[in-house]
């Protein structure tokens, strides 16, 4: 809450910034009103909104996960040498394909 660790029992203020972990995923909000009664996850959606940081941060690290469930993985930095030769190959066989295909 508001960037402190807190205890589930501290009382909410509207206008709190919240940062909620679930597993590894990691999302902000903002607290828009309160509720008097405790109510179904519908009508608490309605109650915070999700910053678009947190919305983009969380895309990315799905997609992430699924390349990297795939076999892919995200390049650290420039491709060395040898790896833009291999990409030059790759791009050559591609071609060769189209031009088969015509």
Do not use: C, F
């Amino acid at each position: 809450m508001d960037d402190q660790r807190t205890k589930p029992a501290k009382e909410l203020r509207i206008g709190q910034v919240l940062s909620i972990r679930k597993g590894i995923t990691l999302q902000t909000v903002v607290v828009e009103a309160l509720s008097e009664h405790r109510g179904s996850a519908t009508v608490a959606q309605t109650l915070y909104t999700e910053t678009p940081e947190s919305i983009e941060l969380r895309e990315i690290s799905v997609s992430r996960r699924r390349m990297e469930r795939a076999g892919l993985t995200v390049p650290s930095g420039r491709p060395n040498k040898k790896d833009r030769r291999a990409l030059t190959q790759l791009k050559s066989l591609d071609q060769g394909w189209q031009n088969e295909d015509e």
